[in-house]
Nanobody, 115 residues
């Protein structure tokens, strides 16, 4: 499956952004879909995950502020990011994994949190 992210941009601290990840095929067959972020010089961080059952998990650093959701009819997943902090500045990528097909990455979208 091919993934295309969108929704990144510049936002002030405390602001919100909604990232989208559109899949070329059905996401209902994906065992898990995830959002990662990376900044130069730092290890890639798993931000949020969602399973086929809709069970979500979040990094401690974003709990209570970020919400991941999926729309199987549109073959998209979303990451609603509220209360953004400057340390949220990163390159955000979508990842989809299926036990039979392995994983796929999107090309990513850049988020800047700055005043």
């Amino acid at each position: 499956v091919q993934l295309v992210e969108s929704g990144g941009g510049l936002v002030q601290p405390g602001g919100s952004l909604r990232l989208s990840c559109a899949a070329s095929g059905s996401i209902s067959t994906m065992d898990v879909m995830q959002w990662f972020r990376q900044t130069p010089g730092r290890q890639r961080e798993l931000v949020a995950s969602i399973t086929t059952d809709g069970i979500t998990n979040y990094a401690d650093s974003v709990k209570g502020r970020f919400t991941m959701s999926r729309d199987n009819t549109r073959n998209q997943v979303y990451l609603q990011m509220n209360g953004l902090k400057p340390e949220g500045t990163a390159f955000y990528c979508c990842f989809a994994w299926n036990v039979n097909e392995g994983g796929s990455w999107g090309q990513g979208t850049q988020v800047f949190v700055s005043s």
